[in-house]
């Protein structure tokens, strides 16, 4: 018999030594033409990231033209005075780049990846688009077209009907925020070429923004760089706009928005709450991570392990806009879905949940899983530039100091369960909550009703 062959294994791999973890502080700047300038040196992500913040919110959009902030984003990677539309994305496709733009309440944000090797062209792509868009008339009005062609398939969304619907309940009717983002038909069909360009000219100037640039940039002149491309875009001076406050309505009330035959409902229940300036920010986080930010969450458990209600129930906060003073408002909302026949049940559960919160707190355990998601997960969630670049120019956004993220974290694994707890019923009390459901209101309006939860009011679907 012939001997056993033997085989030699590789030494396990062991870890390494733990080492402590801190979201980065950029380096802060101004060019010449006013345009401020955050950097950060991110050794070995050879993929760039910058991000340029413009001071254009929907609030400056002329009335009657909602949407041509939106035009303008889309519109900046249509060509400029040196390349046509089809020549500028063949340039960014040499260049390995991707440029992206999007509106949204405080201002435009232009988000641009580029390899490190190739920076240098990358920002002069960017640099020409903002600096001389072309704004072709062709392409504006192709724009249009695609924006109008996308608004049925947001009617036709449930949870875009519902978001577009909390907002018409929550904000006044003089308020931008009542109104879709991205415009609607009747606002978007009257947007042209001239109207890009002269919302660009009023809003658009280097001395208003601000570029964010992060990833490695060993051996990179990154002030020759920036001075080049970014530095020769010029405009006139201009102080920011000024910010105006934000009022809503959460008196408890449940609008259902009827869709006959619908085999599901669409639910989301919102107010409006502090944003990140108000030092309840992190207690308010936790406390809602705690109620529905996973699967392990308190909703998630009873809709969906106990119940079978749903595939996921999610609460949420999302800042809506922030101003210089340090005042501004996010929204606190839970969504989800659940099938027709049981949301009427459903509902009931939702609120027994938070009933039981109020009136029993959160536990220690649960506090100490959410903790342990959202500070001890960060260092893989900033793994890439983008990541960062993105967290910076939020807290640029909201006027929030540069230091402000790695605090947050600090601060979340300081925070008890008691402020979890007290913060979590001051987001979401029972007898505040505008609730919004996309179903069909012949099934579901009597069960709803028969809840207590607030006036039933019934409107069709678009």
Not at 241 to 253: I, K, L, N, S
Request: with cysteine; glycine share 8%; charged share 25%.
């Amino acid at each position: 018999m012939s001997e056993l062959a033997t085989m030699d294994f590789h030494p396990q791999p062991q870890p390494g030594e733990a080492r402590p973890w801190a979201f980065p502080a950029p380096d802060r700047g101004t060019l010449d033409n006013g345009l401020t300038v955050l950097r950060c040196h991110r050794p070995g992500q050879q993929v760039v990231a910058v991000e340029v913040l413009l001071d254009a919110s929907l609030d400056a959009e002329p009335a009657g033209l909602d949407g041509v902030a939106t035009i303008m984003a889309r519109a900046f990677s249509e060509g400029t005075d040196k390349h046509s539309a089809e020549e500028f994305a063949a340039e960014l496709e040499r260049a390995g780049a991707t440029l992206d733009a999007h509106a949204d309440h405080p201002g435009v944000r232009l988000s641009l990846e580029v390899p490190a090797s190739r920076l240098a062209k990358g920002l002069v792509l960017l640099s020409d688009a903002l600096r001389a868009p072309a704004f072709a008339e062709s392409e504006v009005e192709r724009l249009v077209r695609n924006r109008l062609d996308e608004i049925p398939h947001e009617l036709a969304n449930p949870a875009r009907r519902a978001a577009k619907e909390l907002s018409k309940e929550l904000f006044p009717a003089s308020s931008r925020m009542s109104r879709p983002r991205q415009g609607t038909e009747e606002t978007v069909e009257k947007i042209d070429a001239a109207a890009v360009r002269a919302f660009y000219d009023r809003h658009v100037r280097p001395a208003t923004a601000t570029a964010v640039v992060v990833g490695d940039l060993t051996g990179t002149d990154l002030d020759a760089l920036l001075t080049d491309t970014l530095g020769a875009w010029t405009g006139t001076a201009g102080a920011p706009r000024p910010v105006p406050p934000v009022t809503a309505d959460d008196t408890g009330r449940v609008v259902i928005v009827d869709r006959p035959g619908a085999v599901q409902t669409q639910l989301l229940i919102g107010r409006i709450g502090p944003d990140r300036h108000d030092r309840v920010w992190p207690a308010q986080v936790l406390g809602t991570y705690c109620l529905g930010g996973t699967l392990t969450s308190r909703l998630d458990r009873v809709l969906r392990e106990e119940k079978g209600y749903t595939y996921g129930v999610r609460a949420f906060g999302q800042v809506l806009r922030s101003a210089p003073e340090g005042t501004g408002a996010a929204m606190l909302a839970i969504s989800g879905s659940v099938d027709t026949p049981n949301t009427g049940p459903a509902l009931q559960d939702l609120w027994a949940v938070l009933r039981t919160l109020a009136a029993e707190g959160l536990t220690d355990a649960e506090r100490d899983v959410a903790v342990q998601n959202l500070v001890g997960v960060a260092p893989l969630k900033y793994e890439t530039a983008a990541a960062v670049a993105g967290t910076l120019a939020d807290q640029v956004e909201q006027y929030l100091p540069d230091d402000f993220q790695a605090t947050l974290y600090q601060q979340l694994a300081a925070t008890g369960t008691v402020e979890a707890t007290a913060a979590a019923i001051n987001a979401f009390p029972v007898d505040r909550l505008v609730t919004v459901l996309v179903g069909d209101a012949a099934e579901i309006k009597a069960p709803v009703e028969a809840l207590g939860i607030g006036e039933v009011t019934v409107v069709t679907a678009e």
